[in-house]
Antibody, heavy 122, light 111 residues
Framework: QVQLQESGPGLVKPSQTLSLTCTVS??????????WSWIRQPAGKGLEWIGR???????NYNPSLRSRVTISVDPSKNQFSLKLTSVTAADTAVYYC??????????????WGQGTLVTVSS | QSALTQPASVSGSPGQSITISCTGT?????????VSWYQQHPGKAPKLMIF???NRPSGVSNRFSGSKSVNTASLTISGLQAEDEADYFC???????????FGGGTKLTVL
């Protein structure tokens, strides 16, 4: 059973860069046909897909965030990461990492991290 | 504003059935059989309940079922139980440039 765990600063200053890491355990991040995504949820609101990276390293980003987002993978550490630049208070949210198993549950997220709250404030 | 439209809230009594709708367009819900439903309890991560419109992952109760008609997908929960009280979100594939869109979520209250 794969497990995902987010980590990173809980407080980021406006205009700075938000950086989070998702550590995958119980399976290889490079094995299989998986997309690894970042999803966020402002308090009391809905989910917003941020972007994803495929096993091969190719990426897709939400068009509304594309200019500020970079997702990368480090297979040696079984981790993938999110960088979001020039943050504002509107970026305050719980950030989740999640897995899409393309062959079993295409276009769905069958494994999620517990989420980490990131607050943007000076 | 979310890409897919869901009712803000629904309610039902134990044992009853409820249905939550998720309305999109021909460019997402109506164009692909890639609608998913997630259950989220307070303070917890979402849990996949339905994928590809009507398929249940292993371990999900058969009280949960999904369907789609034109541009609206639906999640039906039969035999409501207290533990079903949660937020429910739908999602759909849209296109290769913006592959995942979500609904705004529906709060289910079990009376």
């Amino acid at each position: 059973q794969v497990q995902l765990q987010e980590s990173g600063p809980g407080l980021v200053k406006p205009s700075q860069t938000l950086s989070l890491t998702c550590t995958v355990s119980g399976g290889s991040i490079s094995g299989g046909s998986y997309y690894w995504s970042w999803i966020r949820q402002p308090a009391g609101k809905g989910l917003e897909w941020i972007g994803r990276i495929y096993t091969s390293g190719s990426t897709n980003y939400n068009p509304s965030l594309r200019s500020r987002v970079t997702i990368s993978v480090d297979p040696s550490k079984n981790q993938f990461s999110l960088k979001l630049t020039s943050v504002t208070a509107a970026d305050t949210a719980v950030y989740y990492c999640a897995r899409e198993d393309v062959k079993v549950v295409p276009c769905s997220f069958d494994s999620w991290g517990q989420g980490t709250l990131v607050t943007v404030s000076s | 504003q979310s890409a897919l439209t869901q009712p803000a809230s629904v309610s039902g009594s134990p044992g009853q059935s409820i249905t939550i709708s998720c309305t999109g367009t021909g460019g997402d819900v109506g164009g692909y059989d890639y609608v998913s439903w997630y259950q989220q309890h307070p303070g917890k991560a979402p849990k996949l309940m339905i994928f590809e419109v009507s398929n249940r992952p292993s371990g999900v109760s058969n009280r949960f079922s999904g369907s789609k008609s034109v541009n609206t997908a639906s999640l039906t929960i039969s035999g409501l139980q207290a533990e079903d009280e949660a937020d429910y979100f739908c999602s759909s594939y849209r296109n290769s440039d913006n592959p995942v869109v979500f609904g705004g979520g529906t709060k289910l209250t079990v009376l």
